[in-house]
């Protein structure tokens, strides 16, 4: 054997010896538009009182025009992360404590946590095998007497099965709200994904597709929602008190607002948004070409009528062909030097806080009060697909995380490649869970 194709955990060459390059969309065209603003001395113009300033300076509302533009909705309103859009939109419901509130686990923690902050109950669903976003059938499963709602999670880049879910919820009488922070472009029958329920957006964190260092957008084409984000935003309590508001109800107003900075940034950023998403989405396809005919890895699943925009690149090892555990697949492979790769992705229901249910206080609340009106279960069993994924076949990384030129994305699928020839010699590490960084 040449010393080339043996394995680089046994000893051998690895077989991605380079570093790559570390994905940054910000350049000159942000630089410029961020001095401009810090030039002009204005670096936020928000007021938390009615009047014109409640809605922001110059820039914020550039950026929020430029964004209803782009992704062809009534409103966009820009806030200064997705967490707090997230907050600022299941606040825009009219939901009470101890409602509950259906939820992927396969999320980031905030999708869940935004539900919680209002005293509701996140329910968890369990997700499709194939998009790994919420499966309709454990949605409809889930839901009681006290559903008001559904986060759905359009999660890798993947719009969620959204026709589905807003079907359930058309029948139900509950609303839905996407967490599309990170599917920017990505689409479904042509419509981005977010602007297709009652609530989406996006995150603007440096994670991300396009960022502003922190930032994020909610959309919605309603617009009594639209004033209750905004109201949410930025010192509801207080504004409503100015403006006459008759349904104040949740209308407990944080300072969400972004600066005119980032605002700046966005502006900027958006108009490079298409050619981020198209690079990623050549990557991700021409790496799919590589390794799809490797036997028992999965590569990502797009449905017939979506684009994806390949936040994430989901994949999934089955063991029972590999003959070799996920976990001592991807120690070999990260020895190759793959980049980023991770056997862990998320459970969220599996999260301290939700074990023990502890979250305000001591004493179990909102679960072990009164507001709560039944036992919700968050023990490991109640989400399969997830679970299984979690501990047993789940393989992944961020495709935002590095730039991806043809040459590394071909180096990846030799790396893995020559871990499938050896496969037969790999030691059997019994390795543990490694979260994707
Ligand atoms: C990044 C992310 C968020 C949170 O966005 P921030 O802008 O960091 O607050 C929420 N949900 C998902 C799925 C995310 O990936």
């Known amino acids: 054997m040449s010393t080339v194709d043996k394995l680089a955990i046994l000893g051998g060459e690895k077989a991605i010896p380079q570093q790559f390059a570390l994905y940054n969309p910000i350049g000159s065209e942000e630089v410029a538009a ?53 907050i600022a939109s299941v606040g825009a419901l009219d939901i009470e404590p101890g409602d509950e509130i259906i939820v992927t686990p396969w999320t980031m923690c905030a999708s869940a946590t935004a539900i919680l902050i209002w005293n509701a109950i996140p329910v968890f669903a369990d997700i499709d095998p194939q998009t790994f976003c919420l499966d309709p059938k454990s949605v409809e499963d889930n839901i009681t007497p006290h559903t008001r709602a559904i986060m759905s999670v359009d999660i890798g880049g993947h719009p969620a099965n959204t026709d ?37 957006g996006y995150s603007l964190n440096y994670h991300k597709h396009i960022h502003t260092g922190e930032g994020g957008v909610v959309v919605t084409n309603d617009s009594n929602l639209a004033e209750r984000v905004r109201l949410i935003r930025n010192h509801g309590e207080h ?24 605002s700046a940034i966005g502006i900027a950023q958006l108009k490079k948004l298409d050619k981020f998403v198209a690079t990623r989405r050549r990557a991700a396809e021409r790496l799919t070409q590589g390794l799809k005919d490797l036997a028992g890895l999965e590569t990502p699943f797009v449905a017939p009528d979506c684009t994806h925009s390949y936040y994430m690149y989901f994949m999934k090892v089955d063991p029972e062909i590999t003959g070799v555990s996920r976990n001592d697949i991807h120690k070999a492979l990260v ?16 999260l301290p806080m939700y074990q023990q ?8 609340f909102p679960w072990k009060s009164d507001i709560c009106r039944r036992e919700v279960s968050y023990a ?3 989400c399969p697909v997830a679970e299984d994924l979690q501990d047993r076949t789940y393989l992944g990384f961020q495709m935002c995380m590095h730039e991806m030129t043809d040459a590394e994305v071909d180096a990846m699928v030799q790396a893995f490649h020559k871990v499938w020839r050896n496969m037969h010699l790999l030691p059997q590490l019994d390795g543990q869970n490694v979260k994707a960084s």
Do not use: C
């Open 34 to 86: 961020a001095a401009a603003v810090v030039e002009s001395g204005v670096l936020s113009q928000f007021i938390g009182r009615g009047g014109t300033d409640f809605l922001g300076g110059p820039k914020v509302r550039e950026f929020e025009q430029a964004m209803s533009e782009y992704f062809d909705v009534e409103h966009a309103i820009s806030v200064n992360s997705w967490t707090s859009g997230l």
């Open 164 to 200: 589905a879910l807003n079907a359930i919820a058309k029948k139900h009488g509950l609303k839905v709200i996407s967490d599309t922070a990170q599917a920017p472009g990505a689409t479904l029958r042509d419509k981005f994904a977010g602007t297709l329920t009652d609530l989406g």
């Open 239 to 262: 504004v409503a008190h100015d403006i006459g508001l008759s349904q104040i109800n949740n209308i407990i107003g944080f300072n969400f607002r972004l600066g005119e900075i980032e």
């Open 335 to 350: 020895a190759e030097g793959v980049p980023g790769l991770g056997t862990s992705y998320a459970n969220i229901h599996l």
């Open 357 to 364: 249910k502890i979250a305000y206080g001591k004493a179990g």
């Open 380 to 382: 490991k069993g109640i």
